[in-house]
């Protein structure tokens, strides 16, 4: 049997290893808690990277559709104002005599993949739906109006102008020359028709998307940004094309 004296190593041996297994617990623990505040620092930082790029993508999808949707309007009331400026004059009957040509045309606006796949990510079904056609809705209807320029200016080339009213150049044409001209009036006349009640219909249908977009990007990414419509609800019922 051992005395006092001979446990006296023992017992050191075991308070040593004590110590250094308590030592390498308590080590590892920190390491582990300081480990995991890092990987939790490093997934909310890659968060609020993730957010501030949504936002950004947010914003700029959102300017593009505001400016969209103040171009359909803009058309629009360009045409309804040339119908109601000569609503009562009686020998202009035509489309092709009532719209003029629209000034510097807005260029189409192209959508990013990016920011389409954004919206995307959103998971708002009517909100996609309603953007991803806009894009081409927007490039048809401009390049429609590009082309009413070019005929409209085209066909007042052919015509011999003997008085100027306002807006209004006024000639004569014999009917020789009115059937030598009236397959450009009526094809002229089919690109206006569309312009129309495009650009009526666009205006409303962009008006919801932007209000739809504000809505989804408040909810989802904590955009508080309102945009405002220019756009008036019509009180009066356009002549008839």
């Not at 009532?98 to 000034?103: D, G, L, N, S, Y």
């Not at 030598?180 to 219909?201: D, Q, V």
């Amino acid at each position: 049997m051992y005395g006092l004296a001979g446990w006296l190593p023992i017992v050191a041996i075991l308070a040593t290893l004590t110590a250094a297994i308590l030592g390498a617990v308590i080590g590892g623990g920190i390491a582990y808690r300081g480990q995991m505040k890092a990987l939790q620092e490093g997934r909310r930082q890659r968060e609020e990277d993730r957010l501030l790029r949504q936002q950004a993508l947010a914003h700029s999808l959102l300017f593009k559709i505001a400016k969209i949707h103040t171009d359909f309007y803009a058309i629009h009331r360009h045409v309804e104002g040339c119908f109601e400026e000569t609503a009562g004059n009686e020998t202009l009957t035509e489309p092709w005599q009532i719209v003029r040509p629209i000034a510097d045309p807005p260029d189409p606006m192209k959508f990013s993949s990016d920011e389409m796949g954004m919206l995307l990510a959103l998971e708002n079904d009517k909100a996609f739906n309603l953007i991803f056609s806009m894009e081409t809705s927007h490039s048809h209807l401009i390049a429609t109006v590009k082309l009413m320029n070019a005929e409209r200016a085209a066909l007042v080339d052919s015509l011999i102008p003997n008085g100027v009213e306002g807006y209004v150049v006024s000639g004569h044409l014999d009917g020789r020359q009115r059937s030598a001209l009236r397959p450009r009036m009526i094809g002229l006349n089919s690109l206006i028709e569309p312009i129309r009640s495009g650009a009526k219909a666009q205006t409303e249908e962009s008006l919801a998307a932007l209000n739809c977009l504000q809505e989804l990007f408040r909810d989802k990414l904590g955009i508080a940004t309102k945009v405002t419509s220019i756009a008036e609800p019509s009180t009066t019922t356009p002549p008839p094309i």
